[in-house]
């Protein structure tokens, strides 16, 4: 069953412990990501996403985070392994990139020093090679004047570039793996295209997988192979793309797409508004009880009130977490 | 994982900017900041501390009914004893007299002081931050020169002007304290100015006045609040700096950093003529600091500590 | 980074016009005639008029800040009220003493308070960082001059292993620095933990951490580097400070620097040595806060980019 797939999470619970309670940010999340895939991870804001992927790597501190569940990568429980081993697949197997490229560089060390330094690390060249190498990747990710450019402090580049400087030093050791939280979020719109298009090529040369998170669908649309949709916390659908954008299945997924605007549709679906999802998603201190989705769901029956919803098999890499398909 | 309870559709709470000015937030903030500054153990004990402190001001009459000043030379420099419980000072006095009687003074003193460094300090850095342009300008300079000496220097240089006594000592220290209240005020207003909600009531024509006092008055109180209980602190300890020089309150008035200077010359035979005012200087700052750090951390909500 | 620095001497201009205009001010502010006030009880006639020439009394008083200004520029300060020698001299002659005191404590501080910042910031909320912050919080509070009393009281009266006071051997700098040092550590040890947590809790500590660098180098290379910045200017400050604040240690152990010098002025009225002390004072003030922007400067990539 884990044969082919490249990472596998299973039943993650992340929580919080703080002063006013324990939140469950994660709970009970289970997907895989095969090799050579680009899983798309949707929801909207608060959902779980980035907390899901943080935990990938351990990126979250630990109180007041606790973590359950296993998340097994080349055969061995991330979840479980001693720190050297973490750091050693930090960075070199498994990578990520970060939604702020202003304020995920330090201010102080140059670009070509801070992609030097994982270079070092995971592929153990000289500094001058490891210097040559990040030049390189600069080239890579398609910044003019690459050498000058590496000389630079990061306050010296545009958004653009800054994250194109993220991308290359995620991409620098040849991963396995590269994890992108909202990588074009904080970006121009004419930026975003030119980043996902950078990360796509690269993706296919390193041969590398990626999940990426995002609350764009359109991204989405266009690089993803499979989606996971997350709501409050857990996994409510997961579809291969296609299907997912012409076939949702769940009332919220079904939501999500009814709320994009599209060109044309109030001509050809008839369709004179925007349908958006009444209400907000719920607090992490209080969440519904039975289905999570509940109380904002046009489609809801009385068990949906009272119990939560079964995870159903649909087919291959088809499922979705609702009452409606039981 | 559910609670039970159903949730409805229902619009985010708090932080809503309506055009009245006020977030609708801050009531609830201020309630969860106390629940938080009580939670904080040490700015507890400093409220104590400075409850203590206030108490034994008021109340000093009842405490120690007499005149602490009367000296009585047949008992000068006794170790302290059941009549004395902190024995008696180079002229007879109870140190415990004194020290209760001096809680008064330097209740006085930092009142003071801190009413001068408030009076004058913000409305200057409100009419700084809001108005700009020459005057913030030129103010800006006069509080670069201010702020070039170190404040209890900058306190002593003013006594050297106006001279020694105890509403001197207040003026010194509070004028010292001014530029300080300045720049935290305008700090405050430049960053408040900033943000949309106050561009928009202006756009709409709003007046001045209304402004200020509506969204960026609210805004300013938490800073001012942490900077004028460390600023009590301050005061007491300058005050105090200045007694121990001699330049400050003068005798026979029980100051207690006076004391401290006077009982420096017994420190190899009587240590606790020094010691105790000392301490009572140290408890009375302590405890300014220790609920000024707690209202900080409390109040603040960039604070990440 | 030539540019900043020419800016930064050229705004320096207004504090120190401004500071002349202080003094200037000051003296003229004081009841009674300043000449008399210059030249002191123990004056003769012919020295209050040689005072009254020099001061140009007779004359408009743009030209008397003119002459004002050219005695400073050349550091004429007059003489002591109280000994009738040079202002100059004396300030000369007292200055590295206080010199002395500074640096020791704040290099005492610094050894420190920034390693206990960092341990406190590094370990949130254990017993250390308690510890710290604790012992942080009783220094800031602790009345240098009570302090000093205390240790004099401990060492000099009680154990007799260090002198209460004067100045002469090494064993006369240890109360001194320590009781000065107090204040201080205090508040870099504080200042240094939450710079420390404050750049602990941004995005790029993450991104390092991602990388998979070792938590020691992600702590020192990262994460203190940046933290290092605002704390110069602390120390810097705190330095200037104690250049002026010694005033209280050195009356408490009777060392002769600067501090006393300005105090035993203002009691005894010495208008020209006040005057002298306060200048001195300030030109040093300004001259460390200068010396620590532009290595802040050199230090923050962000800034000499401006």
Redesign the interface.
């Known amino acids: 069953m884990s044969g082919d797939h490249l990472l596998s999470i299973r039943n993650l619970k992340v929580r919080f412990r703080v002063y006013e309670g324990v939140a469950a940010a994660v709970d009970g999340v289970d997907f895989f990501v095969e090799k050579g895939e680009t899983l798309g991870l949707v929801g909207e804001s608060g959902c779980g996403k980035s907390v899901t992927a943080m935990s990938i790597l351990r990126l979250l501190p630990s109180p007041p985070a606790e973590l359950e569940g296993e998340i097994e990568f080349q055969g061995k429980n991330l979840l479980e392994l001693p720190q050297d081993e973490l750091r050693k697949i930090r960075g070199g197997a498994i990578s990520m990139i970060f939604q702020e490229p202003m304020t995920s560089l330090n201010p102080l060390l140059t670009i070509g020093e801070q992609i030097a330094e994982a270079i070092v690390l995971h592929q153990g060249l000289s500094r001058q090679e490891a210097w040559d190498r990040a030049v390189e990747m600069l080239a890579r990710v398609q910044i003019p004047s690459p050498e000058a450019r590496a000389k630079d402090y990061p306050h010296k580049l545009s958004g653009g570039m800054r994250q194109r400087a993220m991308i290359a030093m995620a991409l620098s050791c040849n991963p396995n793996l590269l994890l992108a939280d909202e990588p074009t979020t904080a970006l121009d719109v004419t930026i975003q295209a030119q980043i996902m298009d950078l990360m796509e090529r690269l993706r296919e040369e390193i041969g590398a997988s990626i999940i990426l998170i995002t609350h764009n669908l359109g991204l989405i649309a266009e690089m993803a192979r499979t989606v996971v949709v997350m709501y409050a916390g857990k996994v409510v659908e997961e579809a291969p793309a296609r299907e997912l954008f012409s076939e949702p299945l769940h009332p919220y997924t079904q939501g999500l797409l009814g709320s994009v605007p599209v060109i044309g549709r109030k001509f050809k679906m008839e369709k004179k508004r925007l349908q958006e999802i009444p209400g907000i998603v719920p607090s992490i201190f209080e969440m519904p009880r039975g289905c999570r989705f509940h109380p904002r769901c046009h489609r809801m029956m009385d068990i949906c009130r009272l119990e939560e919803p079964p995870m159903v098999e649909m087919g291959q890499r088809r499922r979705v977490l609702c009452w409606l398909w039981a | 994982?559910?609670?039970?309870?159903?949730?409805?559709?229902?619009l985010?709470e708090g932080g809503r900017s309506s055009s009245e000015g006020i977030p609708s937030g801050t009531q609830s903030q201020f309630r969860k900041g106390l629940a938080k500054l009580l939670?904080n153990k040490?700015a507890v004990f400093g409220g104590i501390l400075i409850l203590g402190y206030m108490v034994t001001a008021i109340f000093a009459p009842i405490l120690y009914p007499g005149n602490p000043s009367t000296p009585n030379l047949m008992r000068s420099l006794e170790r302290p004893s059941w009549e004395h419980p902190l024995g008696t000072d180079e002229l007879g006095r109870s140190i415990l007299g004194r020290i209760i009687y001096g809680s008064r003074v330097s209740l006085m003193i930092s009142l003071g002081v801190v009413s001068v460094g408030l009076l004058i300090g913000v409305p200057l850095g409100l009419i700084s931050g809001y108005y700009g342009g020459k005057v913030d300008f030129i103010l800006q300079?006069?509080t670069?020169?201010l702020l070039?000496?170190?404040g209890?220097?900058l306190a002593?240089?003013l006594?050297?002007?106006l001279g020694v006594g105890i509403n001197n000592t207040v003026i010194s220290i509070g004028i010292s304290m001014v530029p300080i209240y300045i720049r935290l005020v305008r700090g405050c207003v430049l960053s408040v100015r900033e943000q949309v909600y106050v561009e928009a009531a202006i756009a709409v024509g709003t007046p001045d006045l209304r402004i200020i006092r509506r969204h960026i008055l609210p805004n300013v109180m938490v800073p001012i609040i942490v900077q004028t209980s460390l600023g009590m602190?301050t005061a007491i300890?300058f005050a105090?700096?200045l007694g121990?020089?001699?330049?400050g309150v003068q005798p026979p008035t029980p100051e207690w950093?006076a004391m401290?200077g006077s009982g420096?010359g017994y420190?190899?035979n009587s240590?606790h003529v020094?010691?105790f005012p000392?301490?009572a200087?140290?408890l009375a700052?302590?405890g300014f600091?220790?609920l000024g750090?707690g209202l900080r951390d409390a109040l603040d909500p960039r604070s990440?500590? | 980074m030539l540019q900043y620095t020419i800016r930064r001497l050229i705004s320096t201009i207004p504090v120190l016009i401004g500071i002349s205009l202080l003094l200037f001010v000051m003296l003229r502010a004081l009841p009674g005639d300043p000449a008399l006030v210059l030249a002191g009880q123990m004056a003769s006639p012919e020295d209050i008029e040689l005072i009254r020439v020099q001061l140009g009394l007779n004359q408009p008083i743009h030209i008397q800040y003119a002459k004002f200004i050219s005695r400073l520029a050349v550091l004429d300060l007059g003489r002591s009220a109280r000994t009738q020698n040079p202002v100059l001299e004396e300030i000369w002659a007292r200055l590295p003493n206080t010199f002395l005191l500074a640096t020791t404590a704040i290099t005492l501080a610094c050894l420190i308070g920034i390693p206990a910042g960092i341990i406190a910031a590094v370990r949130p909320y254990t017993k250390i960082d308690y510890l710290v912050t604790s012992f942080s919080l009783f220094g800031i509070s602790m009345p240098v001059f009570w302090l000093g009393l205390m240790l004099v009281v401990v060492f000099s009266v009680t154990l007799q292993i260090l002198p209460a006071g004067g100045i002469g051997t090494w064993k006369h700098v240890v109360l001194p620095t320590v009781t000065l040092a107090s204040f201080v550590v205090a508040f870099i040890a504080r200042m240094t933990r939450s710079s420390m947590l404050e750049v602990l809790s941004q995005d790029y500590i993450t991104t390092a951490r991602s990388k998979g660098l070792m938590e020691k180098v992600v702590i020192i290379k990262h994460a203190l580097r940046n933290a290092l910045i605002p704390i110069i200017t602390v120390v810097g400050l705190q330095f200037g400070s104690l250049l002026g604040g010694a005033v209280l240690t050195e009356t408490v152990f009777a060392w002769p620097g600067m501090g006393r010098l300005i105090v035993d002025s203002i009691l005894a009225r010495d208008y020209p040595m006040i005057q002298g002390a306060i200048l001195i004072f300030g030109l040093l003030y300004i001259l460390v806060n200068l010396i620590v922007d532009l290595i802040y400067a050199w230090v923050d990539p962000r800034i000499h980019y401006d």
């Open positions: 994982m559910g609670s039970g309870k159903e949730k409805t559709a229902k985010p939670r040490m300079r006069i670069d020169m070039a000496f170190p209890f220097l002593l240089a006594v050297a002007i602190g300890l105090a700096g121990f020089l001699g330049i950093g401290l420096r420190i190899f240590p020094a010691t000392g301490l200087i140290f700052v302590l600091n220790l750090d990440k500590i």
